[in-house]
């Protein structure tokens, strides 16, 4: 009882505001310093599939302004085996198979940074940093240096921070500024419905790079405005409405676009493709609209469902192989 207290009780005096000024200053430093060394680690490989197209397409469209290359040796590709890496043969060409917005959003860095479009990471970095810490900080106002040195310590986030060709790496920059949105509108009166627009502008960005995002995103949201305008049915449509058009024009539109243009229809999308290849048994079979559910997960979820035994073999491995210290650190509450 004590503690809680004591940690409730607003700070006053010297040392709560030299912490409002080290906090951020060491948070920052110490995410720059490790995204710049590990950047330029020598890497023979790219840890995912992801990585690897990321980076070519990313290349190949500042190059060419073309997200998919053709080469003799393709239209001999029955069994599509002969492609790179994250990639698949269609009709004779190389496309990425995967979520197509990291390429789109990298490609005009890449022209003018070329190879060095990497160190994008340490601005996406930053930019993740600040949000989800800014956010921290409202709903900690007494204390906010706390929500600087809460940030620091979610190691995970780092390794994120320094895969720059990783798509959770916008995503989850962009998700940390649809955070600090989303406390704003919280706290916000009669402005609330423009911090919603921007936190949707950010939730559309995020989904533009994992196709997947957008449906815990529509999800989240509902349940959001439901409990902050409860019965005030107008108020709940307009603010719905304020997250559907950023979500049609930054998310739905340019997806439907790019499928258009890189798969020959706007409702062909790489990971369909990659199954009717190589896993034909996760396509989605039936007549509309009943295969409408099993459409939606084979085209957003390409995976297989949930497996309790693979998520339990794969914890026990990241807990008790990986980092021991730092999950027994988590459960602590430290």
């Not at 720059?164 to 920059?173: D, K, Q, R, S």
Request: with cysteine; net charge neutral.
């Amino acid at each position: 009882m004590l503690a809680t207290v004591a940690l409730n009780k607003p700070r006053t005096g010297i040392l709560p505001g030299l912490l409002c000024f080290v906090a951020p200053i060491v948070t920052l430093g110490v995410i720059v310093a490790i995204s710049v060394i590990v950047l330029n680690a020598p890497q023979d490989t790219f840890r995912s599939p992801d990585e690897n197209a990321g980076q070519l397409f990313t290349k190949t469209l500042a190059e060419t302004g073309r997200l998919d290359y053709s080469a003799d040796y393709l239209s001999n590709d029955v069994e599509n085996l002969l492609h790179p890496r994250g990639a698949l043969t269609h009709d004779g060409r190389a496309v990425p198979f995967g979520f197509l917005g990291l390429p789109v959003v990298y490609a005009p860095f890449y022209k003018l940074l070329g190879g060095d479009v990497r160190y994008i990471a340490i601005g996406l970095s930053v930019l993740a940093t600040v949000a989800l810490a800014s956010a921290g900080a409202r709903l900690v106002p007494e204390r906010p240096w706390l929500a600087w040195l809460a940030v620091l310590s979610v190691s995970p986030l780092i390794y994120f921070f320094n895969r720059p060709f990783l798509n959770a790496l916008p995503a989850t920059a962009f998700e940390c500024v649809a955070a600090y949105f989303v406390v704003r509108y919280f706290q916000s009166g009669s402005g609330a419905r423009r911090e919603l627009v921007w936190a949707s502008v950010a939730f559309a960005l995020a989904a533009f790079m994992r196709y997947e995002l957008a449906i815990f995103q529509t999800l989240f949201v509902t349940v959001m405005v439901l409990h902050k305008r409860g019965t005030a049915w107008r108020s709940v449509m307009g603010d719905l409405s304020a997250y559907v058009a950023p979500t049609l024009l930054l998310f739905v539109v340019p997806v439907f676009a790019l499928n258009q243009y890189v798969y020959g229809s706007p409702f062909t999308y790489g990971y369909g493709l990659f199954n009717e290849a190589y896993f034909p048994n996760r396509v989605a079979t039936g007549d509309f609209p009943g295969n409408v559910p099993e459409q939606m997960r084979s085209v957003l979820m390409p995976s297989y469902p949930f497996d309790l035994g693979v998520a339990g073999s794969s914890l026990v491995h990241q807990a008790i192989g990986i980092a021991p210290s730092f999950v027994a650190v988590c459960c602590l509450g430290l």
